[in-house]
């Protein structure tokens, strides 16, 4: 598994001087790692076919590394 997350949340926190400036992040049963999520909004539909006002949110986690490519999850 690569050390990317940790490089760019090191220089994100560097680069806007916040030492808690954090990515986005989930993590993986049962190992407890921290993998990259994509945030993602959407509407809910309603019965008759109309998407509700308010936007809900969701995570999705990739099973690569955004930065370098390499597979996240070590067993796979």
């Known amino acids: 598994m690569?050390?990317?997350?940790?490089?760019v949340e090191?220089?994100?926190q560097e680069k806007t001087?916040?030492?808690s400036a954090s990515l986005n992040y989930m993590y993986e049963m049962p190992s407890?790692?921290?993998k990259p999520?994509?945030?993602?909004?959407y509407r809910n539909k309603k019965?008759?076919?109309t998407f509700n006002k308010t936007e809900s949110t969701i995570s999705i986690a990739?099973?690569?590394?955004?930065?370098?490519?390499?597979?996240?999850s070590e067993g796979e």
């Open 17 to 19: 001087g916040d030492p």
């Open 2 to 7: 690569c050390d990317c997350f940790e490089k």
């Open 47 to 49: 019965k008759d076919g």
């Open 32 to 34: 407890f790692k921290k």
């Open 62 to 72: 990739y099973p690569f590394c955004p930065f370098c490519g390499k597979k996240l």
């Open 37 to 41: 999520v994509i945030e993602a909004t």
């Open 10 to 12: 090191a220089n994100l």
